[in-house]
């Protein structure tokens, strides 16, 4: 078992391949290169549980990226791998297709190495995250069948690891489940609770300082008594989650989809993530300190 965060870099120029492992050298991942999108999914194949993040240049000779991110979004075993597209264009028509195949994280060449270490850090820690949840709580599934309703209240980001973790085990995927369920939870206290914009949460993120300063504000008197609830509802269609923040909302409309402005940031793209994987439905009430998310019995 590897301690590293592996990920998978493809390309087709091993001077492309060389700068990314420069780029990456001080980030402490295990790097592995595959030449061409069949290389690739041979490795993929052969560990399906084996990468935490892909980054796959678009176009190559043969099987190209599209078609190696197809083929990864189609497998069961690979569907939550986050892939990060490396291309040359930034052409809405080739973003969108992107997007169209579960390609949340983009690269345009030529990109800097903050950039490049912001995106994968990013990917890298969505993944690992969901994998420490998802092992914690799998072995607790047969008593969750019993669950019917149930109340949570939370205040830090462990309370929403930890509640996510257990009720994404009662629905059909966990896995897109717990992704979907925590990035709301985790919005809830970031943006409602703790007020944090978007803006600050960038610059957090870029100063790897983000967790330091969620402490400090959870702290603050005008935060420290804010809680998120957490409503769970199971009926015969499915499952649905009711999380409520203290906070004065946002404007909510602009991030249900995926915005091409938005795809380089080092965040941004978590709740139309998880509208578009984890959730049947997922509908902000109001001002947006209010979600209600649907998964369905068949999802």
């Given at each position: 078992?590897?301690?590293?965060?592996?990920?998978l870099?493809?390309?087709?120029?091993?001077?492309n391949r060389?700068?990314i492992?420069?780029?990456?050298?001080?980030?402490?991942y295990?790097?592995?290169?595959?030449?061409?999108?069949?290389?690739?999914?041979?490795?993929l194949?052969?560990?399906?549980?084996?990468?935490?993040?892909?980054?796959?240049?678009?176009?190559?000779?043969?099987?190209?990226?599209?078609?190696?991110?197809?083929?990864?979004?189609q497998?069961?075993?690979?569907?939550?791998?986050?892939?990060?597209?490396?291309?040359?264009?930034?052409?809405?028509?080739?973003?969108a297709?992107g997007?169209?195949?579960?390609a949340?994280y983009?690269?345009?060449?030529?990109?800097g190495?903050?950039?490049l270490?912001?995106?994968?850090?990013?990917?890298v820690?969505?993944?690992?995250?969901?994998?420490?949840t998802?092992?914690?709580?799998s072995?607790?599934?047969?008593?969750?069948?019993?669950l019917?309703?149930?109340?949570?209240t939370?205040?830090?980001?462990q309370?929403a690891?930890?509640?996510a973790?257990?009720?994404?085990q009662?629905?059909?995927?966990?896995?897109s489940?717990?992704?979907?369920?925590v990035?709301?939870?985790?919005?809830?206290?970031?943006?409602g609770?703790?007020?944090?914009?978007?803006d600050e949460?960038t610059?957090?993120l870029?100063?790897?300082?983000?967790h330091?300063?969620?402490?400090?504000?959870?702290?603050?008197?005008?935060?420290?008594n804010?809680?998120?609830?957490?409503?769970?509802?199971?009926?015969?269609?499915?499952?649905?989650?009711?999380?409520?923040?203290?906070?004065?909302?946002?404007?909510?409309?602009?991030?249900?989809?995926?915005?091409?402005?938005r795809l380089?940031?080092?965040?941004?793209?978590?709740?139309a993530?998880?509208k578009?994987?984890?959730?049947?439905?997922?509908?902000?009430?109001?001002?947006?300190?209010?979600?209600?998310?649907?998964?369905?019995?068949?999802?």
């Amino acid at each position: 078992m590897h301690t590293q965060a592996t990920v998978l870099v493809v390309d087709d120029e091993p001077f492309n391949r060389e700068i990314i492992a420069e780029f990456l050298a001080d980030c402490n991942y295990r790097l592995i290169m595959a030449e061409n999108g069949n290389e690739a999914l041979e490795k993929l194949m052969a560990d399906p549980d084996g990468f935490d993040a892909v980054l796959l240049d678009r176009m190559m000779p043969g099987i190209d990226g599209i078609d190696v991110l197809r083929k990864i979004k189609q497998d069961s075993r690979l569907r939550m791998l986050p892939v990060i597209m490396q291309t040359a264009s930034s052409s809405p028509d080739q973003i969108a297709e992107g997007l169209q195949y579960g390609a949340f994280y983009y690269l345009t060449k030529p990109f800097g190495q903050k950039v490049l270490q912001a995106i994968t850090a990013t990917a890298v820690r969505d993944r690992l995250d969901r994998r420490r949840t998802e092992d914690e709580y799998s072995l607790k599934y047969a008593s969750l069948k019993l669950l019917n309703q149930a109340n949570y209240t939370l205040h830090t980001l462990q309370d929403a690891h930890a509640v996510a973790g257990f009720l994404s085990q009662l629905c059909p995927s966990p896995e897109s489940a717990y992704m979907g369920l925590v990035e709301l939870m985790l919005n809830s206290i970031e943006h409602g609770n703790l007020a944090i914009t978007y803006d600050e949460k960038t610059q957090l993120l870029n100063e790897n300082c983000l967790h330091e300063e969620i402490n400090r504000r959870l702290l603050l008197p005008e935060y420290s008594n804010r809680r998120v609830t957490v409503e769970f509802m199971r009926s015969d269609k499915g499952f649905k989650f009711m999380i409520t923040d203290e906070g004065n909302g946002f404007e909510w409309l602009n991030y249900l989809e995926m915005r091409m402005d938005r795809l380089t940031h080092n965040h941004g793209r978590g709740i139309a993530m998880s509208k578009s994987i984890a959730f049947s439905d997922l509908e902000y009430l109001g001002t947006g300190s209010c979600v209600v998310a649907t998964v369905s019995a068949n999802n």
